[in-house]
């Protein structure tokens, strides 16, 4: 079992930045990746960005040159820096740990990009 507690989020305005964190404990050692999927309204869960154990990245189209994901192995954490915010970023933001068995999630943190 992994369990991921998110922190950070919260509102930002257009072209401002926020930063989110997640903490996971239990079975990492069993994790490959870990990273951030997002669910905006009117679609489905989508990947945000994630990194693997190794350092492998994986960025959605609409965050490359935005987003910064980071990995700190020793403290079990996996950090996403926002920057350039724009409106449509505003989502649900669920950390997500890929396990050996089974994927997990966080319970999500609220993303709000307004003016």
């Known amino acids: 079992q992994v369990q991921l507690v998110e922190s950070g989020g919260g509102s930002g305005q257009p072209g401002g930045s926020l930063r989110l964190s997640c903490h996971a404990t239990?079975?990492?050692?069993?994790?490959?990746?870990l990273g951030w999927y997002r669910q905006v309204p009117g679609k489905q869960r989508e990947l945000v960005a994630a990194?693997?154990?190794?350092?492998?990245?994986r960025y959605a189209d609409f965050a490359k040159g935005r987003f910064t994901i980071s990995r700190d192995k020793d403290k079990n954490t996996v950090d996403l820096q926002m920057t350039r915010l724009k409106p449509e970023d505003t989502g649900l933001y669920f950390c997500?740990?890929?396990?050996?068995?089974?994927?997990?999630w966080g319970q999500g943190t609220q993303v709000t990009v307004s003016s």
């Open positions: 997500n740990a890929d396990g050996s068995d089974r994927a997990y």
């Open positions: 239990g079975n990492v050692n069993t994790v490959y990746y």
């Open positions: 990194i693997s154990n190794v350092g492998v990245l």
